[in-house]
């Protein structure tokens, strides 16, 4: 970890380098491991692409100094890209359906980014247009459109992955994880399937969501509680890469519940829906290798918990199932 080890400038700096720690209600023989994104500033993975990607563009002159970010979020990516847009001189405007948690909203405007809301009916595509109204009407204006922006995925491609192979010396059976963007799973399948062409890659999403038709599964879309990851159109996820994925998994409101509860209790992690959503299809997957049925080039699986429990207590992430609003 960055923290502790030197003093450092900018909290930029403290971007990344998260802790890897096991999940223990898993097969003995096959570690399962997360990546604990909230030790990042902005308490989540998405710090990693609002330094990377604003970093980039302005490198490559995407992004004059002094600029306007235009973003369409959910949130945590508002709060990654106002962080990284403070410390390098830029503004923030973000677009965010209304349903998304009040708590992320307000620390977006605290880091002095403007928020604008859009009906939660019109989903991220709704977001997404307005985001693209606004920058049409404003000088020096870009939206880096996370789930469009090769960047998003690079950002985990030079970090997320390398770290994950670091701590574990290179021997990653499976990686794991839920996607909303697909920025995440992309970047680290891509580079696990350079150190091993065999790795086993899952992607992740709630019941309801449609990722599995890139593999053309059967999906039925619904409504879902699970917040931050899964899709309701996937012409949207233009980053998604059927064939860094071996299979895509499907997993219920009520065994995420289940599951963010239990790891509160027993293991001390304090993670949100998408984090326990994983953690479900982690231990499927390290159980699936235990039996033999799938066959990985080594005995551990990775995944990653994106964000913190704290950011949705309003939404009684902790109370009944019932009482848990979307
Ligand atoms: N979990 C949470 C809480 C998120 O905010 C996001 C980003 N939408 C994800 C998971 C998924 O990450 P990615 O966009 O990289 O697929």
């Not at 962080?83 to 001189?89: E, R, T």
């Not at 065994?255 to 231990?283: N, P």
Request: proline content about 5%; aromatic content about 6%.
């Amino acid at each position: 970890m960055t923290t502790h080890e030197r003093p450092l400038d900018s909290v930029l700096e403290a971007v990344g380098r998260t802790p890897l720690v096991r999940v223990h209600d898993a097969p003995e023989g096959i570690p399962v491991y997360a990546k604990l994104e909230s030790f990042n500033p902005g308490a989540s993975v998405k710090d990693r692409i609002g330094k990377y990607m604003l970093e980039r563009m302005l490198e490559r002159g995407d992004l004059a100094p002094g600029g306007t970010v235009i973003e369409p979020t959910a949130g945590n990516t508002g709060i990654g890209l106002a962080i990284a847009a403070g410390q390098l001189g830029l503004n923030a405007i973000f677009v965010v359906p209304e349903k998304f948690s009040v708590e992320k909203q307000q620390l977006m405007a605290a880091l002095g980014a403007k928020v604008i809301n859009t009906p939660t009916s019109d989903g991220m595509g709704g977001a997404i247009a307005r985001a693209h109204e606004l920058a049409e009407e404003l000088d020096d204006a870009v939206v880096p459109q996370q789930f469009a922006n090769p960047l998003n995925t690079e950002a985990h491609y030079e970090t997320t992955g390398p770290e994950l192979y670091e701590a574990l010396d290179g021997e990653v059976g499976a990686v794991v994880a839920g996607c909303g963007t697909a920025g995440t799973l992309m970047g680290i399948a891509r580079y696990a399937r350079e150190q091993h062409p065999d790795t086993y890659v899952v992607a992740v999403e709630p019941d309801g969501s449609l990722f599995g038709e890139f593999l053309e599964k059967d999906r039925h879309e619904d409504e879902y509680k699970i917040e931050g990851i899964g899709t309701h159109d996937t012409d949207t996820n233009e980053l998604f890469e059927a064939d860094l994925v071996d299979d895509v998994y499907a997993v219920s409101d009520e065994a995420t519940h289940e599951e963010l509860k239990r790891l509160a209790r027993e293991e001390g992690h304090l993670v949100a829906s998408s984090a326990a959503a994983a953690s479900v299809a982690a231990k499927r997957v390290a159980r699936r290798i235990d039996s033999g049925e799938i066959d990985a080039p080594y005995d551990s699986v990775v995944t990653v918990f994106p964000d913190s429990s704290e950011r949705y207590l309003s939404k009684g992430i902790y109370r009944s199932f019932e009482e848990w609003a979307n």
